[in-house]
């Protein structure tokens, strides 16, 4: 099963910055946290992953509370192409496999 | 630089039959995988492979085979196809088997009648 809960949908308007939350409570000490999103039913695309610290690339930020039991996923000023699924995946240490949940639905209003 | 190609895109077959669904990337990845996505859910792992000559199974392996005699080609083939097997198949590939972003394909929409 996975080891992260997200909300099932959300919405945010053009141009605002885009919060999706995470919760991994059960996560160990190494293991990373992913996000990929999947726009309409194409392909999953990689987006940002991190262990503790916050990480930022050209698609989003990711930050991680310092207990690690959860993260948000920021994208800073969203477009109506970031209308996607977006998953928060815990990378299982032990095997390296993603576990995929069924994600949050974003969708970016005009 | 094409990334990871799968064919076909879309395939209907009759209950019974076999085929194999191709996946070939040109990234020189020694990570590769398969997962087949129901409506409204996750990825589900079938096989992987973290190297040419070595596969091992997933989450839900049953009623597919995998081999990897290059570094290139993932195919995964159907041995029996049976209706519950109708879903997305998604193959990806990554450098490693390690904390390393996977790259997908644009998938195989399968039917089984």
């Known amino acids: 099963d996975a080891k992260t809960t997200q909300p099932p949908s959300m919405d945010c308007a053009e141009g605002r910055a885009a919060n999706l939350p995470c919760n991994h409570s059960t996560i160990s000490g190494n293991e990373y946290v992913y996000w990929y999103r999947q726009i309409h039913s194409q392909g999953p695309q990689y987006i940002i992953h991190?262990?503790?610290?916050?990480e930022t690339n050209e698609m989003a930020s990711l930050i991680i509370t310092e207990d690690r039991k959860s993260s948000t996923l920021i994208l800073p000023h969203a477009t109506l192409r970031d209308t996607a699924v977006y998953y928060c995946?815990?990378?299982?240490?032990?095997?390296?496999?993603?576990?995929w949940g069924a994600g949050t639905k974003l969708i970016i209003k005009p | 630089n094409a990334g990871v190609t799968q064919t076909p895109k879309f395939q209907v077959l009759k209950t019974g039959q076999s085929m194999t669904l191709q996946c070939a990337q040109d990234?020189?990845?020694?990570?590769m995988s398969w997962y087949r996505q129901d409506p409204g859910m996750g990825l589900r792992l079938i096989h992987y492979s973290v190297g040419a000559g070595i596969t091992d199974q997933g989450e839900v392996p049953n009623g597919y085979n995998v081999s990897r005699s290059t570094t290139e080609d993932f195919p995964l083939r159907l041995l029996s196809a049976a209706p519950s097997q109708t879903s997305v198949y998604f193959c990806a590939s990554s450098p490693d088997e390690g904390h390393q972003p996977q790259h997908f394909g644009d998938g195989t929409r399968l039917s089984i009648l």
């Open positions: 990234m020189n990845h020694e990570y």
């Open positions: 991190g262990l503790k610290n916050n």
């Open positions: 995946i815990v990378l299982e240490d032990s095997n390296y496999q993603l576990i």
